[in-house]
C-alpha cells in the first residue's frame, strides 16, 4: 500500500469504526447476532428448511425486524417515544450495543 493511501486509510479508520462483517449478519443489530454456521447446516439437514428460506430469514427477518417489526430506525423510536414495548426493546438494544 502507497503512503498516501496508507496515511487516508488510517485517517479514515480513526473517523469511522467499521461494525460490520463479511455479510449482514454481522456487525451491529441489524442482525440476529452472531449465528454459527453448524447450526444453519444442522437446519438444513435435519430440520429440512431450504437453504433460500434459512438465507432471507436470517438477513430480511431478523435484527431490528424481528424485535420491533421494522428496520426503520425512525419508526423504533417513533413508537418508543409512545411506549410501544417492542420498539423501546429495539432501541434499548442497539444503544447498548453501540
Known sequence: MSRPLRSAFRAASQLHRVTTGFTPLDGL??????????LVLWLETHAAIPAAE?????????GFY???GTGDMRQILSRAAAADTHAELARDVYLHRR
Open 66 to 68: 424481528a424485535r420491533a
Open 54 to 62: 434459512l438465507s432471507s430469514a436470517l438477513e430480511h427477518q431478523s
Open 29 to 38: 443489530v441489524m442482525a440476529p447476532g452472531p449465528v454459527r454456521s453448524t
